[in-house]
């Protein structure tokens, strides 16, 4: 079972390498096309995958994720009941009789009507029985301009309280792809918060051959002034911040955790003890979740690489606002995470 240190997941080889499986794919590729190409590959590869979710088949997914596999899967990408309780349910038994089952929940609010399954009888599932149950929960979060508070949550802090879940945040196209098939490799359930605002706003080049592993996260930009700990969509705010502040003379290093459970606690404080500053970032409420565990183990593990107060920045403790201008400062951007680095960088 995962034993939640940093690079090592059950089921799983270091480095994570694969094949691509499709060679039709455009020249620059999406977030949500990349999870697509996932999606078909692991399909296409193992035999005990299936897809399961609200209006998957034919109609393709709320967002289209699915678009297409139905034809291509027959009878193996199914359309399930209004039900979250009963689609957990039913994929816990499925992969202890050794499936592997990916349900898609079509927006990440909704997970709440089976949170039970998911927490009670998977996350405990091998503790309690020996017995494996490697299910895959794709969680479409986080918020958009319009969507309100019943379409817009981030959940991952809420579930990376439950031991034997693993929880995935890509915020790339490259990670979207290939931590979604580790995800479908691993014999843990696994959380994977694929952002809504990524879908479409985000492309490269082409899709990896290689990738970190689940665990291990990802300095996407050095510095030596302070450090940037963050994940999911908030690392491109954050990214622009450092762009910025740049222009002032700081060099800011941006940290992406990749996945928030595990936690890779090594790379974030050996950032720390380089610049002597932090500033965690997300997009989740403020009470508690990631950017609170995040500093609660530097300020534990690490206090004496410290220069100044750790500081963290989140969504604002509200219902997520409908209207696109309220949203927009509801939640971080780079100009609100750019002033709190200089305030920061003051100390």
């Not at 059950?10 to 455009?26: A, K, N």
């Not at 998977?122 to 019943?150: D, E, K, N, Q, Y």
């Not at 989740?284 to 410290?306: C, D, H, K, Q, Y």
């Not at 609100?336 to 960088?345: E, F």
């Amino acid at each position: 079972m995962c034993l939640f240190i940093p690079a090592i997941i059950r089921g799983l080889s270091l480095p994570v390498s694969f094949s691509l499986h499709s060679e039709l794919l455009p020249t620059l590729i999406t977030y949500l096309e990349a999870i697509r190409e996932a999606l078909a590959k692991a399909l296409n590869d193992d035999p005990r995958v299936y897809i399961y979710g609200q209006d998957v088949g034919f109609f393709g997914g709320a967002f289209k994720a699915t678009k297409g596999l139905s034809q291509r899967f027959p009878g193996r990408v199914i359309d399930s009941p209004i039900s979250e309780d009963a689609m957990v349910g039913s994929a816990i038994g499925a992969s202890i009789q050794g499936m592997r089952p990916i349900i898609e929940m079509q927006f990440a609010d909704f997970s709440t009507v089976g949170f039970n399954q998911i927490v009670n009888q998977a996350a405990t599932m091998f503790w309690r029985t020996g017995v494996a149950c490697p299910i895959t929960i794709r969680l479409p979060c986080g918020g958009t301009s319009g969507s309100g508070p019943f379409h817009s949550q981030s959940l991952e802090g809420i579930y990376s309280q439950y031991p034997g879940l693993v929880v995935l945040t890509p915020a790339t196209v490259e990670d979207a792809y290939s931590m979604l098939l580790a995800a479908v490799e691993c014999d843990d359930p696994v959380i994977f918060c694929e952002h809504k605002y990524l879908y479409y706003h985000l492309k490269a080049d082409g899709l990896p051959n290689e990738a970190l592993p689940i665990g291990k996260a990802r300095i996407t930009r050095a510095g030596r002034d302070a450090t940037v700990v963050t994940y999911s969509a908030m690392l491109h705010e954050c990214l622009a911040a450092a762009e910025e502040l740049a222009g002032e003379g700081w060099e800011i290093e941006v940290i992406d955790l990749r996945s928030v459970k595990p936690l890779d606690t090594d790379t974030v404080l050996a950032s720390v003890a380089r610049t002597g500053r932090v500033l965690a970032v997300g997009e989740a409420w403020p009470w508690g979740g990631v950017t609170a565990e995040v500093l609660a183990r530097i300020a534990s593990e690490g206090f004496n690489l410290l220069d100044a107060p750790p500081m963290r920045l989140n969504a604002k403790d509200t219902p997520v606002p409908f209207h696109p201008n309220l949203w927009g400062t509801h939640r971080p951007t780079a100009k609100t995470i750019a002033d709190a680095l200089r305030s920061l960088l003051r100390l």
